[in-house]
């Protein structure tokens, strides 16, 4: 089944949105990221994507009461990421009843203790590949490493990973469409479901993807945030 997940980021306890991942490029929004979690659920949505930015740029869990502040006041399921690279700080999102913890920057930092955090924690690990220009971007994509989509997602095939949630930094919060040929790409060199997230604007971004074998949802990030009654059009 096809997954429509919208996203939710934190910055400075604020419900924001970057362009292309730049911190000096922030959107900020009026809206409480409980109240907005609710109305995601209230207009169809089953599962909600949360990222920590701060988090993500800091290695910390930063914003981790207020995620646990989300999971108690709605039903949706909940995928988290940013700053999480240690077992503890897994079993912190797991423990507050999170249905999927994302791991990005651990994969290329330390990619032993990242497939032995996938198998104690089976099916709950999702990896989280940021890319640009075929190189993948760590610490809240202020850094471009020199590790390869190619290699990086050949290295994933062996983890006991959920699955992956790939971001075309170039197209994140542009709303100018995804990268239809970069994610064909990478469902294809994976064995793993791939969630595609970045530049998707409406219904007809969607059902492209929809299309590509081995992608199993897309994230929803600016395109609803600049007009949340508009989520329900995702579910019809």
């Known amino acids: 089944m096809f997954e429509i997940i919208p996203a ?36 169809g949505a089953k599962r909600l994507h949360i990222v920590d930015l701060n988090g993500a740029k800091d290695g910390t869990l930063v914003h981790g009461e207020l995620i646990k502040k989300i999971r108690k006041n709605t039903n949706l399921s909940i995928e988290v990421g940013g700053g999480i690279r240690t077992v503890d700080s897994v079993h912190y999102y797991i423990d507050a009843g999170v249905e999927y913890v994302i791991i990005g920057s651990l994969f290329i930092s330390n990619l032993d203790l990242a497939a032995s955090i996938s198998m104690m924690f089976k099916n709950k690990i999702i990896a989280g590949v940021d890319a640009k220009e075929h190189l993948v971007a760590t610490d809240g994509w202020k ?7 190619d290699e990086l997602i050949k290295s994933l095939n062996d983890c006991d990973i959920n699955s992956i949630i790939y971001t075309d930094i170039s197209k994140d919060g542009m709303m100018q469409g995804p990268n239809i040929e970069m994610l064909q790409y990478v469902a294809n060199l994976s064995q793993k479901p791939i969630i595609a997230s970045g530049g998707i604007r ?8 929809k299309n590509i074998t081995n992608i199993s949802g897309c994230i929803i990030g600016k395109a609803i945030l600049s007009n949340p009654d508009q989520l329900n059009q995702f579910f019809i």
């Open 8 to 43: 939710i980021d934190l910055l400075n306890n604020r419900v924001v949105r970057l362009k292309q991942g730049q911190y000096d490029d922030v959107t900020s929004y009026d809206f409480s990221a409980v109240e907005l979690a609710q109305k995601f659920e209230d207009m």
């Open 202 to 209: 409406h219904t007809n971004d969607v059902s492209e993807l």
């Open 143 to 149: 850094i471009k490493s020199s590790v390869t989509l």
